[in-house]
């Protein structure tokens, strides 16, 4: 079955340090890709997405290309900030009726400090 | 704020009880998605509902049923709640288009469920 992993963490960081979290899938089919963040005590919000190859996601400075050849969406962001502290999961979700569901990877805790 | 609402947001119950968890998706959103988010399982799909019918099915126990009603909110019950099945609940819509490319999933805040 489809399955997602993650880089394992947590992650610490000082600010404006360059980020990356890898991420790497397997599925049967064709899927699009998700990173999706969890801020302290709040509900997952999507970040970025990539629906087919070498597409780049990307939104509030973070950027994550779809590699079909290295089954990868490594997210990445060149100046972190305190305000990125979060969870971040990649998911993929297939195509087609009845495979919309997310598969998640195990989730990234990062923190920045000043 | 995503659109999707969810309640309660906090929810204490002792074992062998029988919980029940409410969504309601983003206007014009027709499918609605059940996951669980907990330490040990991570974040996990439980079930899917389409414009009222079920769609797909995750790691579900018998234990736990769903349905979505007209106005297409849905609900979530869990039985005979055990302490393992305390964890965070999330709901999520989507609209559903079947065409190439997933929607995206909007989640909702969720329902902290402490079994005791």
């Known amino acids: 079955g489809d399955s997602v992993t993650q880089m394992e963490g947590p992650v610490t960081l000082s600010e404006e340090a360059f980020l990356t979290i890898n991420c790497t899938y397997t599925?049967?089919?064709?899927?699009?890709l998700f990173w999706y963040v969890q801020y302290p005590g709040e509900g997952l919000q999507l970040l970025l997405k990539?629906?087919?190859?070498?597409d780049k996601g990307s939104n509030k400075g973070f950027e994550a290309t779809y590699r079909k050849e290295t089954t990868s969406f490594h997210l990445e962001k060149g100046s972190v900030q305190v305000s990125d502290s979060a969870v971040y999961f990649c998911a993929l979700s297939d195509r087609g009726f009845g495979n919309e569901k997310l598969t998640f990877g195990t989730g990234t805790r990062l923190t920045i400090i000043p | 704020d995503s659109g999707v609402t969810q309640t309660p947001k906090h929810l204490i119950t002792a074992t062998g009880q029988r919980v029940t968890l409410r969504c309601s998706p983003r206007?014009?959103?027709?499918?609605v998605y059940w996951y669980q988010q907990s330490l040990d399982q991570g974040l996990q799909f439980l079930i899917q509902y389409y414009n009222g019918e079920e769609r797909a099915k995750g790691n579900i126990l018998e234990r736990f049923s769903a349905q979505q009603f007209p106005d297409l909110h849905s609900e979530l019950n869990l039985s005979s709640l055990e302490l393992g099945d305390s964890a965070l609940y999330f709901c999520a819509s989507s609209v559903s288009r079947d065409i190439q490319g997933a929607d995206t999933q909007y989640f909702g805040p969720g329902t902290r469920l402490t079994v005791l």
């Open positions: 990539a629906t087919k190859a070498d």
């Open positions: 599925a049967t089919g064709y899927p699009s």
């Open positions: 206007s014009g959103d027709l499918s």
